[in-house]
């Protein structure tokens, strides 16, 4: 993978606050790719789940979003 930057992902106009909600966000998809009922939601040809799981953040397929509630809620698709 080429070396990207936080200034990299933008979703909608609106870009990585952190890098910390970035690890988390990649964290909980590569989780979910591990599972054998998840596909991964971009081609790549990557096999490690944390790789796949950035390039779908970077390719905004995977984001965030917060709302009124303490935690923040996670929109994948």
Do not use: C
Request: charged share 35%.
């Amino acid at each position: 993978m080429k070396h990207i930057s936080l200034e990299d992902f933008v979703h909608e106009d609106e870009q990585m606050d952190s890098l910390y909600r970035l690890v988390n966000i990649a964290a909980r998809r590569a989780n979910q790719l591990n599972k054998p009922e998840s596909r991964p939601l971009v081609k790549t040809k990557e096999r490690k789940s944390t790789i796949v799981a950035l390039e779908e953040v970077l390719d905004g397929k995977v984001w965030y979003s917060t709302g009124d509630q303490e935690a923040d809620e996670y929109d994948i698709g």
